[in-house]
């Protein structure tokens, strides 16, 4: 069986990873193009081309996934299957390309949370529980016919990162069975219920900024859903603060949104109802760190108001 696996960010890895272990041919990768990274800007290989590299597998790298020759490189594959994890959208002229079809891993329980932050926005909505879902792809982006799912619950201080990490795991295990159900002509398949449609939509800068009046639990789940990137922030006397743990300690108290109500060895901030107890954060310009060491160096009283500027 010939595949072609589409993936690029640290996400992909694991799918790409147990194929390879379970002795599936991987014909080729198609990732994202070498672009420069980080404060050097250095031009450093995204995860999936240095482990196909590293594993002897041949690498497109398509600007336009349109390109004749691109195309042309894939149908001289001939591939049986396509999978696609953490990719961009695919046109028809490539998902149509396999013999038995082109599948998507999906960080969501579909057609809950289409489209492309749906770790993020489970956790800012405060959902309970999400999970992933192997589906075949088709022109209108997240809506094909779903092949498999598996469920995970969301713990309450559980962060985006945190979440990332395990659905990728979880997702590794779904994507080798899929791959097997299609290999053995066994997969069945059932449509996506539009009345349960959600959507997942990027992530802006606008995303992050606190709003103090909403509640304790709404501020919570918009820090942890956003960390450790992009990370929701305030201001403080007119620098960025950005916060990456919290918890809350109060559901019921009302006090002046954004107030700090406490500042030596603990931060706490009132919301519109609710307290929340600030554990890692990070001010413009200074290193992400714990509320202790940030309190050791870094003089706040009660009353000093964060805002969203």
């Known amino acids: 069986m010939k595949i072609v696996f589409f993936g690029t960010p640290e996400f992909a890895l694991p799918s790409l990873e147990i194929l390879l272990k379970e002795c599936y ?14 404060r050097g800007q250095q031009v450093v290989p995204v995860p999936v081309k240095k482990f196909a590299v590293g594993n002897n597998i041949p690498v497109f790298q398509p600007e336009n996934l349109k390109d004749e020759d691109f195309i042309a490189g ?41 489209g492309a932050a749906p770790i993020n926005w489970a956790i800012i909505n405060g ?24 469920r ?12 990332h990490d395990k659905l990728a795991e979880i997702g590794s295990g779904v994507v ?12 069945e398949i059932y449509d996506q219920d539009e009345r349960l449609a959600s959507r ?8 992050g900024n606190i709003d103090w009046t ?22 403080l006397d007119g620098k960025k603060l950005k916060l990456y743990r ?18 030596d060895d603990e931060l706490h901030i009132a919301a519109g109802k609710g307290i929340l107890r600030v554990t890692e954060l990070q001010l413009e310009g200074k290193r992400r760190m714990s509320t202790p060491d940030f309190l050791r160096g870094m003089k706040l009283t009660v009353g000093q108001q964060l805002t969203r500027q």
């Open 25 to 38: 041919s991987i014909n080729a990768v198609v990732t994202a193009p070498d672009k420069p990274r980080g």
């Open 214 to 235: 909403k509640t304790a639990r709404e501020v919570h789940n918009l820090v942890r859903g956003l960390s450790p990137a992009p990370a929701a922030y305030s201001f």
């Open 152 to 163: 995970c619950p969301i713990g309450e201080n559980e962060t985006a990162g945190e979440l």
């Open 246 to 263: 919290t918890e809350v300690l109060d559901e019921e108290v009302e006090r002046e949104p954004g107030a700090i109500i406490r500042a």
């Open 127 to 150: 959902e309970k529980e999400t999970g992933v879902t192997t589906f075949f792809l088709e022109e209108k982006v997240d809506t094909g016919n779903i092949i498999l799912q598996a």
């Open 200 to 207: 997942a939509p990027k992530l802006t800068k606008e995303t």
């Open 176 to 187: 080798l069975h899929t791959v097997r159900l299609i290999e053995q002509g066994k997969a």
């Open 74 to 114: 894939l149908k001289k594959i001939n591939p049986d299957i396509m999978v696609v994890v953490a990719y961009r959208i695919l046109p028809p002229e490539v998902f149509t390309l396999p013999s038995q079809g082109a599948f998507n891993l999906h960080a969501s329980l579909l057609p809950g949370y289409r």
